[in-house]
């Protein structure tokens, strides 16, 4: 997995739980970004765990602050689950 993890998504999660959102705009593209990055490598079943996160970013992108908070606790589970399995296989790797 070459995946590039820039902690744009757990930036943007911190803001938005805090209800930050003036600091939200200007890490939008960049944790959308990283997003995509992700998903390039992933399975579709992979991709489809990850749809939590689509969601927040697509109601975050328009300015949608209790929609994007609704799916918060989805899209941070998703993200840490795919964070713990791409620990996983790294520590087979090695």
Known sequence: ??????????LLFAHLSLNNVQHIRPLLMDAVDEY??????????????????KNLLWHAERGEWAQARH????????????????????????
Do not use: C, H, P, W
């Not at 995946?3 to 998504?9: E, N, R, S, T, Y």
């Not at 990055?37 to 749809?51: F, G, M, Q, T």
């Not at 799916?71 to 996983?88: F, N, P």
């Open 71 to 94: 799916k918060l606790t989805d899209a941070q589970k998703a993200y840490q689950d795919y964070i713990g399995k791409k620990m996983d296989i790294m520590k087979k790797v090695s």
């Open 1 to 10: 997995m070459v995946d590039v993890i820039d902690g744009k998504l757990e």
């Open 36 to 53: 995509q990055n992700i998903r390039r490598s992933l399975s579709y079943d992979d991709k489809k765990r990850l749809n939590f996160i």
